[in-house]
């Protein structure tokens, strides 16, 4: 079993699920450890492995000079025992929309 999924999107827009699902059912507020050097070695990877909490990171210099990512596009570090759970929530808001309060 994989400990780790790693999302590569935009944070802004469609490419914000990812983090909104994993928060949809406690109503958390977000919080990301993160810096500008060691983004996918350190903060989209290690922290959500070892903490078992969904990580992002803008992506840093090195991140951007060896892959194909784009400026406007983030890593996201989802641990895998979440997946069900934001399985469950992807369910729950395509079935209707998010209330309004």
Known sequence: MPGLCLYRGQ????GAIPVQIDYYDT???LEFNTTVFQATCVDSTMIPFVTGKLNSSLGCYGCRESTDALDEENLIGIPYPN?????????????K???KV
Not at 83 to 94: F, G, S, W, Y
């Open 11 to 14: 944070l802004l827009g469609k």
């Open 27 to 29: 109503g958390k507020r």
């Open 83 to 95: 997946m069900e759970k934001i399985t469950l929530n992807l369910q729950e808001l395509a079935a």
């Open 97 to 99: 929309p998010t209330k």
